[in-house]
């Protein structure tokens, strides 16, 4: 690899870096919220609402499947709406942000399904509002199983990035396509792919530590 | 009897059917128009087999589940329409202990016995200190800071009536507390919510499958079947005189009972004397009484089967004896034991009686 490639890959990986925590942040937080919605008012939980969890589910199914390449020019006019533009590190980051959250909102409540409903009725026949049990029973009692979904987003994501990087989003995708595919430098792709596969490595690692913590079993 | 505490008046709950055949299905009557009432400082019993019930019936205590006809009023709270706003400082005075424990796997020992009190508002001081006195009760002090993972079946039950009585409650609802313990355990358990009952002059109502349970503990027992209580009284005497099937079979799990008919054709064989059975409880008459109309008429009586245990802390059982005598003696020694209690006389290996059950 070309010694005047470093600074550009380093840049590269800052621009990764931006779009992947931002989407981890934003659709973790928000896939997290919407999850908690399809567990909460799925029929028989806390808050069941036929109507209510039929929507959030449909609105997952149809987004989930979308292929992130296609999903990030549909919603190319929403893009305009909120970031002003439809190409560029913050759009593509955006769309990474929604698709995060409804991959994210599926894991989450297939993880919470898992909670002894016992645990649940417990702390109702001791009072507590619904508020407080999502808080103090159901989030803590799944906290594990929950961290290691938010790793598993994680390499999603950076497989996101990955795409938005080549249709111009930039990042480490866009770098190794740009330097290394297309200049048939093979070493500039292997670089990358070495990066990639550090840094997932090293979440996983973390992940896993922290989930097993979270375990208390 | 004291004054009432939960009194339910034509308690109706019914359950939407489920699944596919939701529009043709009727819906299911858990608990179909019960009215019965539980007296303050009693232990009271609702014992049915699976699906009689009896889960529903106590849920509608804390409103878990709420009524769909009829009332429930709890400690002169009717809970009937209440929002579930309201109905939650209700709950919360009524403690309720679960057949898998439900305890929060996230938190420790002392961890979970504190939940109620934080729902509750307590300060954090308050609460250890509080904690701290539960766990003595339940005589689980040096656990507190262990994780439910690391406990026996028996400890996590204590686990969870330290938790259910944290907040002084004056009920404590107790749904299946021993049916995932085994025998010793049970014993344990049921001696504690006996401690519970009689130290803190709480009322304690226990679900449960098990005549074990009830025959040990409860003062007073409704039995269940199809979502109606079918029996209802004093525990002692449902058990000795019981009216329904499902009672007699409940009674017969537990009790040695009568011999059937393949015991008896045992005894017979191994018995050449006259075989009878007496009943034996408080009301019809005592062993010692028994064996005083035999030695009276001279009569040896054996015991070949059956045995005595106790029913509300009061004696009842059934006991099989071989009386060998001569024939006069023999027949005045039944026409004795006829008047101090209940007898079937199921004659002799030569001989044997056609008399049916006279129970």
Redesign the interface.
């Known amino acids: 690899m070309r010694p005047d490639l470093v600074p550009l890959l380093w840049e590269a990986f800052g621009q990764t870096m931006f779009m992947v925590l931002i989407t981890l942040a934003v659709g973790g937080f928000l896939g997290l919220l919407l999850g908690l919605g399809l567990y909460l008012s799925r029929p028989g939980n806390l808050l069941a609402s036929r109507g209510v969890f039929a929507v959030l589910n449909v609105a997952v199914n149809i987004v989930r499947p979308v292929p992130f390449l296609i999903f990030l020019v549909a919603i190319g006019p929403l893009t305009r709406a909120f970031v002003g533009t439809t190409i560029g590190m913050e759009a593509f980051t955006f769309a990474m942000c929604i698709m995060a959250t409804f991959v994210f909102a599926r894991l989450v409540e297939q993880n919470l399904v898992s909670i002894?409903p016992?645990?649940i009725?417990?702390?109702?026949?001791?009072?507590?509002?619904p508020l407080?049990i999502v808080r103090?029973?159901v989030v803590?009692?799944a906290?594990s199983p929950l961290v290691l979904g938010y790793t598993f987003l994680f390499v999603g994501v950076l497989d996101m990035s990955a795409i938005a990087g080549y249709l111009g989003g930039g990042g480490l995708g866009d770098f190794a396509i740009v330097y290394g595919y297309r200049q048939y430098d093979w070493a500039v792709t292997a670089i990358v792919v070495v990066i990639i596969i550090v840094i997932v490595q090293l979440v996983q690692w973390l992940g896993n530590s922290l989930a097993r913590r979270?375990l208390?079993? | 009897m004291s004054e009432t505490i939960i009194s339910f008046r034509d308690a109706v709950k019914e359950f939407p059917a489920r699944g596919r055949a939701r529009r043709r299905t009727k819906p299911v009557r858990a608990v179909d128009g019960v009215t019965l009432d539980i007296a303050a400082g009693e232990i009271f019993g609702v014992i049915g087999y699976s699906g009689a019930g009896k889960s529903t019936l106590v849920r509608l205590v804390?409103a878990?589940e709420t009524t769909t006809a009829g009332s429930v009023v709890v400690d002169g709270t009717d809970l009937t329409g209440l929002s579930e706003?309201r109905l939650?400082?209700?709950?919360?005075?009524?403690g309720?202990i679960?057949q898998?424990f439900?305890?929060?796997?996230?938190?420790t020992v002392a961890g979970n016995v504190a939940?109620?009190l934080?729902?509750?508002g307590w300060s954090r001081a308050d609460r250890d200190a509080r904690v701290a006195e539960l766990l003595d009760f339940v005589g689980l002090s040096g656990k507190a800071a262990s994780?439910p993972?690391a406990l026996s079946g028996g400890q996590k039950q204590r686990v969870g009536i330290a938790?259910a009585l944290a907040?002084s409650p004056t009920i404590l609802?107790a749904d299946e507390a021993t049916s995932a313990l085994d025998p010793e355990t049970t014993a344990d358990v049921l001696a504690l919510l006996q401690r519970v009952n009689r130290e803190l002059g709480i009322t304690v109502v226990v679900i449960t499958h098990e005549m074990e349970v009830v025959r040990s503990i409860c003062h007073r027992v409704a039995v269940m079947e199809r979502g109606r209580v079918v029996e209802l009284g004093d525990a002692y005497q449902v058990f000795s005189a019981p009216r329904q099937p499902v009672t007699r079979r409940f009674v017969a799990s537990a009790l040695r009972d009568a011999p059937s008919t393949a015991v008896l054709d045992r005894l017979r064989a191994r018995h050449p004397g006259r075989i009878v059975t007496v009943r034996i409880d408080e009301v019809a008459g005592s062993s010692a009484q028994v064996m005083g109309v035999l030695a009276e008429r001279g009569v040896a009586g054996t015991i070949v089967y059956g045995g005595i245990t106790e029913v509300a802390e009061r004696p009842y059982g059934s006991l099989t004896l071989e009386l060998v005598g001569d024939d006069a003696a023999v027949r005045a020694a039944l026409d004795g034991l006829r008047a101090v209690t209940a007898v079937v006389d199921h004659g002799t290996a030569a001989a044997p009686a056609v008399e049916g059950s006279d129970r």
Do not use: C, H, K, W
Request: no cysteine; aromatic share 6%.
């Open positions: 002894d016992g645990v009725e417990a702390a109702r026949a001791m009072g507590a509002s407080r103090t029973v803590p009692e906290l979270a208390r079993r | 804390n878990l706003a939650r400082p209700v709950r919360a005075g009524i309720m679960f898998q439900n305890l929060l796997r996230s938190r939940y109620p934080e729902v509750a994780y993972s938790r907040t609802l």
